[in-house]
């Protein structure tokens, strides 16, 4: 079973309409960490009329960066190297790293175009899809990137007018939220946060 086939067998029925990228030893490790990335616009617009490559567009990308395919490919560099040590206790191979974790985006349907930002209707229309993608997924730990990340997650965990958080325990999950790899990003100080979030929820203890 290829690495669609895996995502759309677990994850189809969740409502999202680009399924996550999930590693192939992501049900075989400890701990399971899910990925939620803030993209939420579409940079191919064609892939929206082609449901086969729209439904996999994540995968692809991964799997072209796995491939060394594609030579912008910062974002899952930074990313390996900000989670690999701290989750793992040393620096993973990328193919290493991303066999072990599952990738995901917050919104359920991409937004049409750059420049956008997300309105309240289309969060609101995620937040069920997510918990149930948080269901199927199972993680242990669920790290969100980006600026809005702490209000996605006072919606996730409580609903319409919840606080917004930065780190919290819910349903024996792990929620920490930090800055997006490719914005005003340093990741010294982001690795310290990870690593205080972790021990104020008792994580690794």
């Known amino acids: 079973m290829n690495a669609t086939e895996r995502s759309r067998a677990a994850y189809a029925e969740t409502g999202y309409s680009i399924l996550p990228w999930e590693g192939s030893m992501y049900r075989r490790t400890v701990p399971r960490l899910v990925v939620l990335g803030d993209s939420h616009y579409h940079p191919e617009a064609e892939f929206r009329d082609d449901p086969a490559r729209h439904e996999s567009y994540s995968i692809g990308?991964?799997?072209?960066?796995?491939?060394?395919?594609?030579?912008?490919?910062?974002?899952?560099?930074?990313?390996?190297?900000?989670?690999?040590?701290?989750?793992?206790?040393?620096?993973?191979?990328?193919?290493?790293?991303?066999q072990r974790i599952t990738y995901h985006n917050v919104l359920v349907r991409m937004l049409e175009g750059f420049g956008q930002t997300p309105k309240p209707e289309n969060v609101r229309a995620s937040v069920d899809p997510l918990r149930q993608f948080i269901r199927v997924a199972s993680p242990d730990i669920v790290v969100m990137y980006g600026g809005r990340a702490p209000k996605y997650l006072g919606l996730l965990i409580g609903g319409q007018g919840a606080q917004e958080h930065r780190a919290v325990r819910h349903d024996d999950v792990a929620y920490i939220t930090t800055g997006h790899p490719?914005?005003?990003?340093?990741?010294?100080?982001?690795?310290?946060?990870?690593?205080?979030?972790?021990?104020?929820?008792g994580i690794f203890r």
Do not use: C
Request: glycine residues 6%.
């Open 182 to 201: 490719m914005g005003t990003f340093r990741p010294a100080q982001a690795k310290l946060w990870l690593r205080h979030s972790l021990d104020e929820l």
């Open 61 to 98: 990308i991964v799997e072209d960066y796995l491939a060394g395919k594609r030579e912008r490919m910062h974002f899952w560099t930074k990313s390996l190297n900000l989670l690999s040590d701290v989750f793992f206790g040393r620096q993973l191979s990328p193919d290493e790293f991303y």
